[in-house]
């Protein structure tokens, strides 16, 4: 999981320099593929539930899921949320940030920041003989006293040898409850936050997941091991 982790956070850092107008989001996932690929890795997301692409690239509103298409086209003053997956010798690393284009709002930069904070806080919690709930509250105390929302239809989990594990890890809720964390558990964190309302939809292609009102959103993830040492965050390069 060391390994997967570490190729997924190398290839969301080289995606995250190409981040200039002009580039289209496919550009971005053919990058990335060809790099999974020469690594002797597989991209988890392409062919997952049927996604027909090897990452997300979310701009904007757009929350998480985003499809890379030849036409979507970055520019100047965007965000962009990269999410990359990667299984390597039968385990998967899943990491996820969102980037500036250039120039952008100062509440943008905030947004940004205020996110990664919050998968800090989270990150922080995870350690053995602490909850579950705790790894929840401190992602959304974080993000909601910055003024922004938790978006409460997607969340993180457990991974492993599948993406997705047992168990899920809701962006909110109550400190001191839920299940204890053990040594050995591997947790993707990963907080969505709006700018303002935190209500969402899928657009029709059945993926691309936007905020309602049409403001801002940010996504940052990371595999996070939980350790006798403390939380070793498996996807940081
Ligand atoms: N990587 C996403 C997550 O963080 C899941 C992407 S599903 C896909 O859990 F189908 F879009 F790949
Ligand atoms: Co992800
Ligand atoms: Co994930």
């Known amino acids: 999981m060391r390994r997967a982790g570490r190729l997924a956070g190398l290839v969301l850092k080289e995606i995250s320099r190409l981040m200039n107008p002009g580039v289209t989001t496919k550009d971005l996932d053919v990058r990335a593929e060809k790099m999974i690929r020469d690594a002797g890795a597989v991209p988890t997301f392409l062919g997952y539930c049927g996604y027909p692409a090897s990452i997300c690239a979310s701009l904007n509103d757009e929350v998480v899921h985003g499809i890379p298409h030849p036409?979507?086209?970055?520019?100047?003053?965007?965000?962009?949320?990269?999410?990359?997956?990667?299984?390597?010798?039968?385990?998967?690393?899943?990491?996820?940030?969102?980037?500036?284009?250039?120039r952008v709002s100062e509440e943008a930069r905030r947004l940004l920041e205020t996110t990664r904070r919050s998968l800090e806080k989270g990150m922080e919690q995870a350690r053995v003989g602490r909850r579950l709930g705790?790894?929840?509250?401190?992602?959304?105390?974080?993000?909601?006293?910055?003024?922004?929302?938790?978006?409460?239809?997607?969340?993180?989990?457990?991974i492993g040898r599948q993406m997705h594990e047992g168990p899920s890890i809701p962006n909110f809720g109550a400190a001191g409850t839920g299940i204890r964390l053990e040594e050995g558990l591997v947790l993707a964190l990963e907080p969505m936050i709006n700018q303002s309302d935190w209500k969402v939809k899928v657009l029709g292609d059945g993926w691309t997941v936007v905020t309602r009102d049409g403001g801002l959103s940010a996504h940052f993830e990371h595999t996070v091991a939980v350790t006798s040492d403390g939380p070793e965050i498996l996807t940081s390069v």
């Open 71 to 102: 036409k979507r086209v970055l520019k100047e003053g965007d965000i962009v949320s990269i999410d990359v997956g990667v299984t390597l010798d039968g385990f998967v690393g899943d990491t996820a940030g969102t980037f500036p284009v250039g």
């Open 134 to 158: 705790d790894v929840s509250s401190a992602i959304q105390v974080c993000a909601e006293s910055a003024g922004f929302s938790v978006v409460r239809d997607y969340s993180g989990h457990g």
